[in-house]
């Protein structure tokens, strides 16, 4: 302790240190900490050097997915900042080691749905529900609205109208029993499981492969196959990354079907304007156009 640090000064300081890492989450932090302490003590190493760091991950890639690594790599580094000052984010061979490992990695998504979603985060305008997410992951809350397509509002308003009116609770989704709502809150284990219920019913093959996370990789590559911008698909599924955004637009099938005509037909997305002046008296009888795509004709008659 520094003689200028009072014993007050100390405490607080570890308090607010301890503070430092998520609190739901902190007793990983702590079982991954410990064990890269303990697999330091077995090795005897004293320096967490970036070749001790790379030693250790290289042992537990023969073990564990990429994903998984970036997990442990992200609350070693988070501890060992806090606990002794050490900054491994600075290593760039550790950082293409863990990029590596990944190579040809794809993870299995699965979306949290929020359980906490309430009757007061959802307001009926008349025209449209805005719905707010109050807690969310990134723990930014998530505003987004709910229009008239497909008779969606008066869907909302009929399930509402058939919440039973004992219900205790604040909480959206209410299971059903005998055809009926009860007061019995969904859980979020069972909303997951939905997507696979609607590809069951649909008769899709491998229905327990629809997720949860089906619901909003589908809105986000829906947006990429009508052409919506990569700005736009961000803002929508929340994402910071540019890399994740531009993936659904690389993996549209309506963007690769459009490179497919363009590469062996050599047809083209690109605006063609083509004018064509006719009078009253030479004006043909039919005009016919083929393998058009996307075209804007426009036709003046000289009188």
Known sequence: MNNCESEEIVEAGNIAISNLLPTKSRSLYDIA????????????VQVYSENVLLAYFSE???NYKSSTLWAQYSMVKSCLIIYDNIDISKFPKLIAFLKRTGDGYQAKKIENIDKDLTVDDIEDVGSSLIVKIPNTKTKIPRIFVVTDVGNMLELFRKYLSLRPPHVKHKRLFCTTKAEKCSSQPVGKNTMGKIPSVVA??????????????CL???SATLLADVGVDITT??????????TVAEGYVENSIENKTKIANQVLVGTTTSAITKTVNVSESNIPSNINFENCTNVTFTLNVNK
């Open 33 to 44: 900490y410990n064990r890269f302490k303990k697999w330091c003590a077995e090795k005897n």
């Open 60 to 62: 537990n890639a023969k």
């Open 200 to 213: 069951s019913y649909l008769k899709l093959p491998d229905v327990a492969c629809y997720t949860g996370h």
């Open 216 to 218: 909003r990789r589908s």
């Open 233 to 242: 698909i961000k803002r929508h599924a929340g994402w910071k990354s540019t």
